[in-house]
C-alpha cells in the first residue's frame, strides 16, 4: 500500500529558485496538509487543503503557495528560495473527524544555499 | 487555542527501564489526543490516539497512554523500553474546527542504552 508519496526526497537549491514539492495518497482522503519540521519545533504547519479546489494558510505559510487541483495530490510550491526555508517537509493526509489518524509521507529534504 | 506541551526534548534510560514521555495539553474542550513516533529519516506514524472512549489506552509495542482531565495530562509509558524504542515521539491534539488541524507538541528524542 502507498498511502502517502512525497516527490523528491531530497533537493538542494540556490537562493531564489523556485520548485515545487508533490503529495499524492491513495487514501481517497479530503483532507491534506503540508508541515516544515525544524530541530527543537516540532511540525508546523504551512498550508492544509479540505477538499478538491480548496486551500488555506496554516501556521507558517509565507514564502509558500500550495494548490489541490485533484483530490489525490497537494502542491507545495516555493517561488523563491530562502536559507530560512531549508527544513524537512512533510505531506500529510486523513479523513473527517477529530479523532481520525493522520497518515504522513516519509518527507522531503530540502536545503537551500 | 488548543496546544501541547511536551516536557523534555530528550529522555535517557536503560534498556528494561520504565519509558514516561510527559505531554500536558489545554483544550477547552474535551480533546482528541494522540501519540506519533518518528525513526530516522521516516514520516510520523501512530502510537495510539484518546477519542474518549477509554481514559488508558494502548497501542503497539508496548506502549500506552493515560489521559487525565483533572491533570490535562497524557503521558505515555512503557514498562520495559527496548533498544528499538530509540526514536522521536511526538504528543498531538486534532482541533475540532474547520480542516481538523493537528497541532503537535516540540517533540521528545528517547535514548535507549544497553
Known amino acids: 500500500n502507498a498511502g502517502v508519496t512525497q516527490t523528491p526526497k531530497f533537493r538542494v537549491l540556490k537562493t531564489g529558485q523556485s520548485m515545487t514539492l508533490l503529495c499524492a495518497q491513495d487514501m481517497n482522503h479530503e483532507y491534506m496538509y503540508w508541515y516544515r519540521q525544524d530541530p527543537g519545533m516540532g511540525l508546523r504547519l504551512i498550508h492544509y487543503s479540505v477538499g478538491e479546489g480548496t486551500t488555506a494558510k496554516g501556521e507558517v505559510p509565507d514564502g509558500y503557495n500550495v494548490s489541490r487541483l485533484k483530490k489525490q495530490n497537494f502542491l507545495l510550491g516555493l517561488e523563491s528560495a530562502a536559507p530560512s526555508q531549508t527544513s524537512v517537509y512533510f505531506c500529510?493526509?486523513?479523513?473527517?473527524?477529530?479523532?481520525?489518524?493522520?497518515?504522513f509521507g516519509e518527507g522531503s529534504w530540502l536545503t537551500v544555499v | 487555542a488548543q496546544s501541547v506541551t511536551q516536557l523534555g526534548s530528550h529522555v535517557s534510560v536503560s534498556e528494561g527501564a520504565l519509558v514516561l514521555l510527559r505531554c500536558n495539553y489545554s483544550s477547552s474542550v474535551p480533546p482528541y489526543l494522540f501519540w506519533y513516533v518518528q525513526y530516522p529519516n521516516q514520516g510520523l506514524q501512530l502510537l495510539l490516539k484518546y477519542t474518549s472512549a477509554a481514559t488508558l489506552v494502548k497501542g503497539i509495542n508496548g506502549f500506552e497512554a493515560e489521559f487525565k482531565k483533572s491533570e490535562t495530562s497524557f503521558h505515555l509509558t512503557k514498562p520495559s523500553a527496548h533498544m528499538s524504542d530509540a526514536a522521536e515521539y511526538f504528543c498531538a491534539v486534532t482541533l475540532n474546527t474547520g480542516g481538523f488541524k493537528t497541532i503537535f507538541g516540540a517533540g521528545t528524542r528517547l535514548f535507549v542504552k544497553a
Open positions: 500529510a493526509s486523513r479523513s473527517g473527524g477529530s479523532g481520525n489518524t493522520i497518515y
